[in-house]
């Protein structure tokens, strides 16, 4: 089983920035992907950003320019760095890890652009 703490979400207003943190434990073994999916009321999860064990990284279309995805191997702890942030990025935020025998989720945490 695979642990997946996240931590960072907020209040923030348009155009400002947060920073997501998620720290993975369990049975973690490379290969393995971490990144961020979100869900806003009423939508289907998203990807936002993924980071392959390799450094490899993939953008949603929508947050390309604005958010950078990073990761601490050796603390299997992963990050999402949001700047110029619009209404349209309040959702939750979910942490996952992608490894052989499947797919974990984190619980989630709230993210609300507002003025």
């Known amino acids: 089983q695979v642990q997946l703490v996240e931590s960072g979400g907020g209040l923030v207003q348009p155009g400002g920035s947060l920073r997501l943190s998620c720290a993975a434990s369990g049975s973690i073994f490379s290969p393995y992907t971490m990144g961020w999916f979100r869900q806003a009321p009423g939508k289907q999860r998203e990807l936002v950003a993924d980071?392959?064990?390799?450094?490899?990284?993939n953008y949603a279309d929508s947050v390309k320019g604005r958010f950078t995805i990073s990761r601490d191997t050796a603390k299997n702890t992963v990050y999402l760095q949001m700047s110029s942030l619009k209404s349209e990025d309040t959702a939750v935020y979910y942490c996952?890890?992608?490894?052989?025998?499947?797919?974990?989720w984190g619980q989630g945490t709230q993210v609300t652009v507002s003025s």
């Open positions: 996952t890890v992608l490894r052989s025998g499947g797919r974990y």
């Open positions: 980071i392959t064990s390799g450094g490899r990284t």
